[in-house]
């Protein structure tokens, strides 16, 4: 018998997928320790584990997995080959067709190279109140991405417009956006995506009361205060459009007390979600979240599968948190597949939403 690290070790599933892949009843354990619930796997089930290593790696549904397993252990050659087969005409037909939609967005893409053309004659300057900037920093740095293959995310947008100063990051599973006043611009809209490593330089400037002048020249940014300054050129990307992107139908809100809630999210059950990368098999915590009928917001319990809740990320859920920098925030739930927006009450400019996590069945 293998304990849950081994089989981990041996089969390249990591322990939290393995766990996972038990719950779903893919691979359930051969026994389980009724006192500690420790796993134990039997010698053929390593086989299956790295069976299914590989089946998750080309992207088969856990659906077609447990038959492909089952007709495995039974031997059933023919049903695992015409499984194979099924899965691998789909791949190929889902790759064509990928083809043709990627080759009519390039067109677009193109077209709308051709007919933009972006001219800044002169430098755009405003100031900002200090405190304001950095409360809006705060309040999204959390959302930037870290993806080296997503460089247009790798940064914080700086989206001018009027006396308006608009703070927005994204990784694409969750964003946050934060709205701050300046004077001395009040011109047309301009946007510019700031490099984190540059925000972070911003950032830790940003510790006196003064109001502090920001300069936008070119493809250039310069954050000025009391003789010091933090300067460096912008990413040279497309921001996605974020106000299109926060535009949610109006869902059921709830206030909730932040550290008390927090508190029931750290210790409150979780369940176990599959995030695919090229070449990995990550397992992340979801928290499942439910509104009472009297407006309470409370964690779900392994086994409570109403079709209403919603399933997030539970470290993006305590980022967004903590970020909200308030001591009551309102949860607004839409649908189960629609983000969770996480607001201030004291303002709807400062927000951050986060997409739900479809659970497995």
Known sequence: MRSIGEMARDSGLGVSALRFYGRAGVLVPAWV?????????GPEQLEEARLLARLRGAGMPLADIRLVLAGWSSADTDLVRKLLQAHLCRLERGLSDARSEFSA??????????SVTLLRTAAVRLAVSAPELAAALDAVRFAASADPELPMLGGVLFDIEGDALYVVATDRYRMAVARTETTGHGGSRVRVIVPVPLADAMRALLSGEERVELVVDCDRVTLATGGRKAAGQCLDHDFPDYRRLVRLPAGRRALVDVPAFQEAVKTGPVRASEVRKPDEDVSCDLSVLKVTADGEVTVCEDGDDDQNHVAVN????????????????ILEFGAPTAPLAIRRPDTEDTFSILMPVRLEN
């Open 105 to 114: 967005v390039r067109a677009l893409l193109e077209r709308r190279e051709n």
């Open 314 to 329: 539970r470290e993006f859920l305590l980022h967004a948190l903590a970020a909200g920098a308030r001591d009551q925030l």
């Open 33 to 41: 320790d009724p006192v500690s619930g420790y796993r134990w796997y």
